[in-house]
């Protein structure tokens, strides 16, 4: 071995080492980078499953594709932070939801544009009436086969989550939502107004049991949503029905109601007299029963008060009867002629002969024919 | 020692990773997943959660909503047994009961085919059924004749009998009659008619109106005269007492009859004259022959 060789062999070793240190601190520095981006992939990873829960809606956390919590506890409502793994260990399904769903049925009113409805709405101003009604136009059916307007909406919450949630589809995509269920109650409205407009007459539904009419709606709609098991309750008493004649038939059915309001004053009125007859007639009685009382009391102390003058006189008149009797005369008649109104003495003739007196006793004669009088 | 622990953990996370994913699967809550081996199904999986499955080609899967579906058929023309004619339509929620029976029926397990097939069977069931009453059966006032719900019975058992025959897959949730009507023409006929029963209501208010309230003043009338019937004859029997009472004391005018008349006769004479009397006196007679006994006193003309 020579010394360029020895050289050679005592320097080859330092550039193996100087080299296996570059790749040591080339390997070291990216496994430092490795680790820090491993612990900020962790990091960003923990940071994504950070989420909120938007207002108008609620969130469903799927673990595994199970929904996690139990009821109600389920739904998670917006105004605080929730942390989800990441997916595909959770999925967070964000739900459009309100505390109180409504629903309006699809099949009992005509058809009306979105400007129609607006002003319908707002102004009560109905869109123009054909002579018919075409299929597009709806109506229900009532029991006497008549045709009528009814709209049902209803007002309901959720009560089961799990099964308004997840059982009903809207459609062919996977999406969760309460859009399935929602149209499970309004076919349940749609049906409850066609059934029981079925066994309904039209002037019970319009006037004379409107309020009948909708409970029994509103029953029909809670047997549907609990035998349909829709996992809903309808708020009670917010199922509001409106139901109107057909728009062809509304002067008409308008002449009815004023021919009845007329019926009902016509019998309010007789009523009202027929009060006061029987008031006057009952006050009428009441006068002629006193009175007689009052005769029956006026005659008895009459005929007392008699007995006992007739007592006191009878020794009198039996001492001087003519005496007594002219006296007696002459004393009720200067009564009687202080009371009467005129009094005429008929003088006598020279003869002795009375003065013959001509009265007309007839009643009093007729007024002659005037402009007046006709 | 330190590095070699962490790049073995990093390696078992990853590869833990491509076993879960090549081995496992999850499923969602409402799904059911048909697990084929070697393209045959052999297992239904309907929990939520994740599972182990062979790798493809072993194993593969095949998803399915297990979700109610609904929908609704067209509003159709049907003929009713009493000849009339009734447009209909039915809402139907359905859902894969059976997913392996469903699969091979139709192409890729497509819920869009089975509702059109679905849709095929409603037709003729609801054809068949509703063609079976008459208009009587769908709207009556007497609950014992309405026969609404029955014949949403019959619709749902005839196409559930359908499915079953050929094994779908399929099962009925609920069905219901979301709509029925009558043909445009005919409504127009129910209009005039509906016109012609609201003339004759009117008709019947006016006429009503005015015999009731005859009625009741007739009756209030009659019921009046017989109370001032009533009260006359009280008044009768009141003063027929009276004279009964009063006749208690008659037998003391016994002891002198004529004093007793004579007291009478003057007590009528008292009663009959009022201001509004006119009395003509002979002269001759008292007290006013007084003035004849005077030698010169008033004579006629005295008023």
């Given at each position: 071995?020579?010394?360029?060789?020895?050289?050679?062999?005592?320097?080859?070793?330092?550039?193996?080492d100087?080299?296996?240190?570059?790749?040591?601190?080339a390997?070291?520095?990216?496994?430092?980078?490795?680790?820090?981006?491993?612990v900020?992939?962790?990091?960003?990873?923990?940071?994504l499953?950070?989420?909120?829960?938007?207002?108008?809606?609620?969130a469903?956390?799927?673990?595994?594709?199970?929904?996690?919590?139990?009821?109600?506890e389920?739904l998670?409502?917006?105004?605080?932070?929730?942390?989800?793994y990441?997916?595909?260990?959770?999925?967070?399904?964000?739900?459009?939801?309100?505390?109180?769903?409504q629903?309006?049925?699809?099949?009992?009113?005509?058809?009306?544009?979105?400007?129609?409805?607006?002003?319908f709405?707002?102004?009560?101003?109905?869109?123009?009436?054909?002579?018919?009604?075409?299929?597009?136009?709806?109506?229900?059916?009532?029991?006497?086969?008549?045709?009528?307007?009814?709209?049902?909406?209803?007002?309901?919450?959720?009560?089961?989550?799990?099964?308004?949630?997840?059982?009903?589809?809207s459609?062919?995509?996977?999406?969760?939502?309460?859009?399935?269920?929602?149209?499970?109650?309004?076919?349940?409205?749609n049906n409850?107004?066609?059934?029981?407009?079925?066994?309904?007459?039209?002037?019970?539904?319009?006037?004379?049991?409107?309020?009948?009419?909708?409970?029994?709606?509103?029953?029909?709609?809670?047997?549907?949503?609990?035998?349909?098991?829709?996992?809903?309750?309808?708020?009670?008493?917010?199922?509001?029905?409106?139901?109107?004649?057909?728009?062809?038939?509304?002067?008409?059915?308008?002449?009815?109601?004023?021919?009845?309001q007329?019926?009902?004053?016509?019998?309010?009125?007789?009523?009202?007299?027929?009060?006061?007859?029987?008031?006057?007639?009952?006050?009428?009685?009441?006068?002629i029963?006193?009175?007689a009382?009052s005769?029956?009391?006026?005659y008895?102390?009459?005929i007392?008060?008699?007995?006992?003058?007739?007592?006191?006189?009878?020794?009198?008149?039996?001492?001087?009867?003519?005496?007594?009797?002219?006296?007696?005369?002459?004393k009720?008649?200067?009564?009687?002629?202080?009371?009467?109104?005129e009094?005429?003495?008929?003088?006598?003739?020279?003869?002795?002969?009375?003065?013959?007196?001509?009265?007309?006793?007839?009643?009093?004669?007729?007024?002659?024919?005037?402009?007046?009088?006709? | 020692?330190?590095?070699?622990?962490?790049?073995?953990?990093?390696?078992?996370?990853?590869?833990?990773?491509?076993?879960?994913?090549?081995?496992?699967?999850?499923?969602?809550?409402?799904?059911?997943?048909?697990?084929s081996?070697?393209?045959?199904?052999?297992?239904?999986?309907?929990?939520?959660?994740?599972?182990?499955?062979?790798p493809?080609?072993?194993?593969?899967?095949?998803?399915?909503?297990?979700?109610?579906?609904?929908?609704?058929?067209?509003?159709?023309?049907n003929?009713?047994?009493?000849h009339?004619?009734?447009?209909?339509?039915?809402?139907?929620?359905?859902?894969i009961?059976?997913?392996?029976?469903?699969?091979?029926?139709?192409?890729?397990?497509?819920?869009?085919?089975?509702?059109?097939?679905?849709e095929?069977?409603?037709?003729?069931?609801?054809?068949?059924?509703?063609?079976?009453h008459?208009?009587?059966?769908?709207?009556?006032a007497?609950?014992?004749?309405?026969?609404?719900?029955?014949?949403?019975?019959?619709?749902?058992?005839?196409?559930?009998?359908?499915?079953?025959?050929?094994?779908y897959?399929?099962?009925?949730?609920?069905?219901?009659?979301?709509r029925?009507g009558?043909p445009e023409?005919?409504?127009?006929?129910?209009?005039e008619?509906?016109?012609?029963?609201?003339?004759?209501?009117?008709?019947e208010?006016q006429?009503?109106?005015e015999?009731?309230?005859?009625?009741?003043?007739?009756?209030?009338?009659?019921?009046?005269?017989?109370?001032?019937?009533?009260?006359e004859?009280?008044?009768?029997?009141?003063?027929?007492?009276?004279?009964?009472?009063?006749?208690?004391?008659?037998?003391?005018?016994?002891?002198?009859?004529?004093?007793?008349?004579?007291?009478?006769?003057?007590?009528?004479?008292?009663?009959?004259m009022?201001?509004?009397?006119?009395v003509?006196f002979?002269?001759?007679?008292?007290?006013?022959?007084?003035?004849?006994?005077?030698?010169t006193?008033?004579?006629?003309?005295?008023k």
């Amino acid at each position: 071995m020579s010394d360029h060789d020895h050289l050679d062999d005592t320097h080859a070793p330092e550039t193996q080492d100087s080299g296996s240190q570059a790749l040591s601190e080339a390997l070291h520095s990216s496994f430092v980078i490795v680790q820090v981006a491993m612990v900020a992939l962790v990091f960003i990873i923990l940071g994504l499953g950070v989420f909120r829960v938007h207002p108008g809606e609620k969130a469903v956390v799927l673990h595994f594709g199970r929904p996690l919590g139990e009821g109600r506890e389920m739904l998670k409502s917006p105004g605080s932070l929730y942390w989800s793994y990441p997916y595909p260990i959770d999925e967070v399904v964000r739900i459009p939801i309100a505390e109180i769903q409504q629903v309006t049925s699809s099949v009992g009113w005509y058809a009306m544009t979105h400007q129609e409805e607006v002003a319908f709405d707002s102004l009560g101003v109905e869109p123009p009436a054909a002579g018919s009604l075409n299929p597009r136009d709806g109506y229900v059916f009532t029991a006497d086969r008549n045709i009528i307007h009814t709209r049902a909406t209803v007002s309901y919450h959720i009560e089961d989550p799990l099964t308004a949630i997840f059982h009903f589809a809207s459609g062919t995509n996977q999406e969760f939502n309460l859009a399935g269920v929602s149209n499970a109650v309004q076919n349940a409205a749609n049906n409850a107004l066609v059934s029981t407009a079925a066994r309904y007459n039209v002037d019970d539904i319009l006037t004379r049991d409107p309020a009948g009419f909708q409970a029994a709606v509103e029953r029909r709609i809670n047997e549907l949503v609990e035998s349909e098991q829709l996992g809903v309750v309808i708020d009670p008493g917010q199922c509001q029905v409106r139901s109107e004649a057909p728009r062809q038939l509304k002067d008409i059915f308008a002449e009815v109601t004023k021919a009845r309001q007329k019926r009902e004053t016509l019998i309010s009125d007789a009523l009202g007299q027929q009060k006061r007859i029987l008031s006057e007639a009952g006050a009428n009685a009441s006068s002629i029963t006193n009175a007689a009382e009052s005769a029956r009391v006026r005659y008895v102390t009459a005929i007392e008060s008699d007995a006992e003058a007739f007592t006191k006189l009878l020794p009198q008149y039996e001492t001087n009867p003519k005496l007594f009797c002219e006296l007696e005369l002459t004393k009720t008649m200067s009564v009687v002629l202080t009371n009467v109104g005129e009094k005429k003495i008929l003088p006598t003739r020279a003869g002795g002969k009375s003065v013959e007196l001509r009265l007309m006793l007839n009643n009093e004669p007729p007024q002659p024919k005037s402009a007046a009088n006709p | 020692m330190n590095k070699k622990v962490i790049t073995v953990a990093i390696a078992l996370v990853l590869l833990g990773l491509f076993v879960v994913l090549l081995f496992g699967y999850q499923v969602r809550q409402s799904e059911a997943v048909v697990v084929s081996t070697f393209l045959k199904p052999t297992d239904t999986v309907t929990n939520a959660g994740p599972h182990f499955k062979w790798p493809w080609p072993i194993q593969s899967l095949n998803r399915f909503d297990q979700r109610v579906q609904t929908f609704e058929d067209k509003f159709s023309e049907n003929y009713l047994a009493d000849h009339s004619i009734l447009l209909a339509s039915v809402y139907v929620g359905w859902r894969i009961s059976d997913p392996q029976a469903f699969l091979p029926k139709f192409r890729g397990g497509s819920t869009a085919a089975a509702q059109i097939q679905l849709e095929n069977m409603l037709r003729s069931a609801k054809l068949a059924v509703i063609g079976g009453h008459n208009l009587g059966d769908f709207v009556n006032a007497d609950p014992s004749q309405l026969k609404f719900n029955d014949i949403e019975k019959e619709i749902q058992e005839s196409v559930e009998k359908e499915l079953a025959k050929n094994n779908y897959g399929i099962s009925i949730e609920f069905l219901g009659i979301k709509r029925i009507g009558l043909p445009e023409n005919v409504t127009q006929s129910v209009f005039e008619r509906m016109k012609a029963e609201r003339n004759q209501y009117i008709t019947e208010a006016q006429y009503q109106g005015e015999a009731e309230a005859t009625k009741i003043k007739a009756a209030a009338d009659r019921v009046a005269a017989d109370v001032i019937a009533n009260a006359e004859a009280d008044a009768t029997r009141i003063e027929g007492a009276g004279v009964a009472e009063a006749a208690k004391t008659l037998s003391v005018f016994q002891a002198n009859p004529d004093l007793a008349v004579f007291q009478l006769e003057l007590d009528a004479l008292k009663n009959s004259m009022n201001q509004k009397t006119t009395v003509f006196f002979d002269e001759t007679k008292p007290p006013f022959d007084v003035f004849r006994r005077f030698p010169t006193g008033p004579s006629s003309g005295t008023k």
